[in-house]
């Protein structure tokens, strides 16, 4: 069986219909996900809004560069550590 991938959107959605008169069991299987899905996506998109989603994912995309920036200067860091480290 195929793996669907949701949207943050489509998610807080999804999440917004157990608001209403809908079960979480009736969610999940309207939607095709599990029990476990369901509460995981509450846990961490719970409270949040679309706006707020869009922000998170830019934070980690933003966060995810920064760690580059970090390890490659590491590295750099390292070299000169050693290139300065031998007796001319």
């Known amino acids: 069986m195929k793996k669907k991938t949701y ?3 489509q998610i807080i959605g999804i999440l917004r219909e157990a608001n209403g008169e809908k ?3 009736q969610i999940c299987k309207d939607h095709n996900i599990s029990d476990k899905t369901y ?3 509450k846990h961490k998109y719970g409270r949040m ?3 707020d989603a869009r922000r998170l994912r ?6 995810v560069e ?3 920036i970090v390890a490659d200067q590491l590295l750099n860091i390292k070299v ?3 290139v300065n480290a031998k007796k001319w």
């Open 7 to 9: 949207s943050e959107e």
């Open 80 to 82: 000169l550590e050693h």
């Open 23 to 25: 079960t979480v069991v």
């Open 39 to 41: 509460y995981r996506w």
């Open 66 to 68: 920064l760690k580059k």
């Open 49 to 51: 809004e679309v706006a």
């Open 58 to 63: 830019e934070l980690e995309r933003e966060n």
